[in-house]
Structures are given as structure tokens and as C-alpha cells.
């Protein structure tokens, strides 16, 4: 019969792996306290948990949730990062955090929507801009089309009125001229 507390363990696992919108997986082996202390601590500011699980528990909790994709992260020592917002933002957290304290963390990999990342692709989000740069570069994308088409839809327009005014200018030149020789002279 499990202990207690292993339940207890796998039940806080299950609901922070439900609760989550990326689960990276990686290896701890060689940091200190002082320094995974740190990394939790600025993961945790932007609400990302670093959880140092045991594997065995941990694919139990995954299993449980219908993520046993998880399972293919968990390899010797494994500490999990969940992320419970933008999951491109707690890679990128991860990322800068690693860059910037030049710690030697080990990514096994990640899982976003069901798929299986690997550590390349964990550091490919991490380059990805933030939601409203893509948002306003998509609608930049969209509003050019948009001009193109209205363009495009307007030259027939433009080459009729432009087709038919041709005689009417041509008579109001005309006119013009042949009122100019009328005119008496001497004024």
C-alpha cells in the first residue's frame, strides 16, 4: 500500500499538471540549493513552478491526467517547470534566466498541446515574439493584402471614369481655347 504521503505528492502533481499550459522537463543534477532556490524564485514571480519530482510519481500523476507524453521528459534526475500561463513566456523566462546565471540545467524537452518537444524546440520558443508583437505584425500582413485588393478592385473603376472624362476634357479644352480667341481685345 503507497504511503500517504506519496499520495498526497502525485494528488499535488495531477492537479498542478491540469492546471498547467507547458510542462518542461529537465535535469537538476549539479545545482546547488542556493542557486535552484533562486531559479524558483524567479520562475515563480511570473507564475512558473520549478518541481523537482520523483520519476516514478510523477508518471503516475501524468498517466492520471492523460498526459503520458509527460512521461518522455522524466529521465535521471528530473525537475519539472510548469508553466500556468503563456507557455511561451515560461520558456522564455527559462531561457533568459539560464543565459543570463550561465546555469548548467540540463532541458530533456517539453510538452505543449499534447506534442512532445525536444530541447531544440524548447529554445525555438523561446525566440518566438511575444503574442501582441505577432498579433500586430499579422494584422500589418493583413491590412497590406486588404489595401492591395481594394486597389485592385478600383482600377477598372478608375480606367472607366478615366476613359470616359477623356472626350469630356478634350471638349472643355476646346472650348476653352475658342472662348479665349472671342474674346474682344482692348480690355
Not at 7 to 15: H, K, N
Not at 62 to 77: C, D, M, R
Not at 79 to 104: F, T, V
Amino acid at each position: 500500500m503507497p504511503a500517504q504521503r506519496k499520495i498526497a505528492i502525485v494528488e499535488e502533481l495531477i492537479e498542478s499538471i491540469n492546471r498547467s499550459t507547458i510542462v518542461i522537463g529537465t535535469g537538476f543534477t549539479g545545482l546547488d540549493v542556493n542557486t535552484t532556490t533562486a531559479l524558483r524564485s524567479a520562475l515563480r514571480s511570473n507564475s512558473i513552478e520549478f518541481r523537482v519530482v520523483k520519476n516514478n510519481l510523477a508518471n503516475i500523476a501524468a498517466q492520471e491526467t492523460g498526459n503520458p507524453q509527460i512521461s518522455e521528459l522524466l529521465s535521471g534526475s528530473t525537475a519539472l517547470i510548469l508553466g500556468y500561463s503563456d507557455p511561451l513566456e515560461a520558456a522564455k523566462l527559462l531561457n533568459n534566466y539560464l543565459q543570463a546565471s550561465r546555469i548548467p540545467l540540463v532541458i530533456h524537452g517539453a510538452v505543449l498541446d499534447g506534442q512532445v518537444l525536444g530541447p531544440s524546440d524548447v529554445q525555438a520558443l523561446a525566440t518566438i515574439p511575444p503574442k501582441p508583437i505577432l498579433v500586430s505584425q499579422l494584422t500589418g500582413q493583413l491590412l497590406s493584402l486588404v489595401t492591395r485588393l481594394a486597389t485592385t478592385l478600383n482600377r477598372p473603376a478608375q480606367t472607366l471614369v478615366s476613359t470616359t472624362n477623356a472626350p469630356l476634357q478634350s471638349l472643355v479644352t476646346v472650348m476653352n481655347r475658342h472662348r479665349l480667341n472671342q474674346a474682344p481685345e482692348g480690355n
